[in-house]
């Protein structure tokens, strides 16, 4: 029986999949960095505000917009002016971005197919309500879909 611990567990679990999400990435051509891809994925459909994605990223706010300059010299996002406030910008995926998200998306689908595969359809249903039931205790700066 392992000792490890939940959270040791998870955290595992998760750099895997996030290791291999990266490198299909990486082999679809999008060369943004795991770290660009983590700020990248918390940008709301309509665009978010730098101080809001790195609150969601649990980042600093010097560190979201200097991850946000890579990716939009690299051509993943865009600024534009925010509709509600003169003075701030929104930040969304420019079309580079949406086409490395489609990529995600598919990738995901792989990902989580060989985990059903080897898992099992009861352990994989069992380990996606345990972690959605945690969600909220784990990640208080994002509302579940």
Not at 20 to 41: D, I, K, M, N, S
Not at 104 to 132: K, M
């Amino acid at each position: 029986m392992s000792t490890a611990s939940l959270g040791l567990l998870a955290f595992i679990a998760a750099r895997g999949y996030e290791q291999r999400l990266h490198e299909e990435l990486r082999r679809a051509g999008f060369t943004a960095t795991v770290a660009q891809f983590r700020l990248a994925a918390r940008i709301d459909e309509g665009g978010s505000r730098l101080s809001d994605l790195a609150r969601a990223a649990q980042v600093t706010k010097q560190t979201a917009g200097f991850l946000v300059d890579q990716l939009e010299r690299n051509g993943y996002v865009e600024r534009h002016p925010d509709p509600s406030d003169a003075r701030a910008r929104l930040i969304r995926l420019a079309p580079r971005g949406l086409a490395a998200q489609q990529a995600a998306r598919a990738a995901e689908e792989r990902l989580d197919a060989e985990w059903a595969d080897h898992l099992g359809p009861g352990a994989v249903a069992a380990l996606r309500t345990a972690l959605e039931r945690l969600r909220p205790l784990v990640d208080p700066y994002d509302a579940p879909d």
